[in-house]
């Protein structure tokens, strides 16, 4: 059964620092998505970035990365010279990709962000 | 662009009364989702909806109906609402596809 682990429930970075955030799955499809959300407190949803299994190349999206291990199931989000915007909550999720029918989109618990000045 | 538009975005019920929540997208998309989220916590499905007609259980369905009326509206109800189910909940649309969900601005329910 699908299912995403963020094991960071808070984390506070320093202004301009980088940050990685983590997030571990699993699945029995070899075809599947991963991606990354941001939800300020303001509470709407932002994507942020998008890996897809087969694809060879992390994912990358402006100050945003993607550290994409196959191997070990792992894919961390990784924000570079993080801003005070950046404070927020971030979700993993994954979407088993099922042609044919119908692929659940299923999220992780979240890990909060706080930037500080 | 309307993209993902849930009604109503406030809502508060007493115990044992029913509504619906409504969703429309507006991107042509196949697939439609209904989530939950608790304060402080991740984002649950409920159900979920490949096509007009079809709809499908997600992680937390109990107590919860759904309807895919048409490729634009998928409308989740709440037959006899518990204050267990005070919660956000989020409906989303996406294509066929590995490309991201887009979300509504959620609807914010207090059952009393």
């Known amino acids: 059964a699908q299912k995403i682990t963020q094991t960071q429930p808070g984390m506070f970075v320093q202004e301009k620092e980088a940050v990685t955030l983590d997030c571990t799955y699993d699945t029995s499809d070899p075809s599947y998505g991963l991606f990354w959300y941001k939800q300020p407190s303001s509470g709407e949803m932002i994507f942020l970035i998008y890996q897809g299994s087969y694809d060879q190349q992390n994912a990358t999206e402006g100050r945003y990365s993607l550290n994409f291990q196959k191997a070990r199931k792992s894919a961390n989000l990784v924000i570079s010279a993080s801003q005070l915007g950046d404070s927020a909550m971030y979700f993993c999720?994954?979407?088993?990709?099922?042609?044919?029918?119908?692929?659940?989109?299923?999220f992780g618990s979240g890990t909060r962000l706080s930037i500080r000045p | 662009n309307a993209g993902v538009t849930q009604t109503p975005k406030f809502q508060v019920l007493k115990t044992g009364q029913s509504m619906t929540l409504q969703c429309a997208q507006d991107m042509n998309h196949n697939s439609m989702y209904w989530y939950r989220q608790d304060p402080g916590m991740g984002l649950r499905l409920i159900y979920y909806?490949?096509?007009?007609?079809?709809?499908d259980k997600g992680e937390v369905p109990n107590g919860y109906n759904v309807s895919r009326l048409n490729k634009r509206e998928f409308s989740l109800r709440l037959e006899s609402a518990a204050p267990s189910q005070t919660s956000v909940y989020f409906c989303?649309?996406?294509?066929?596809?590995?490309?991201?969900?887009?979300f509504g601005q959620g609807t914010r329910l207090t059952v009393v």
């Open positions: 999720a994954m979407r088993e990709a099922r042609w044919s029918s119908a692929s659940k989109i299923i």
């Open positions: 989303a649309s996406s294509v066929e596809s590995n490309t991201e969900a887009f």
């Open positions: 909806s490949a096509s007009e007609g079809t709809t």
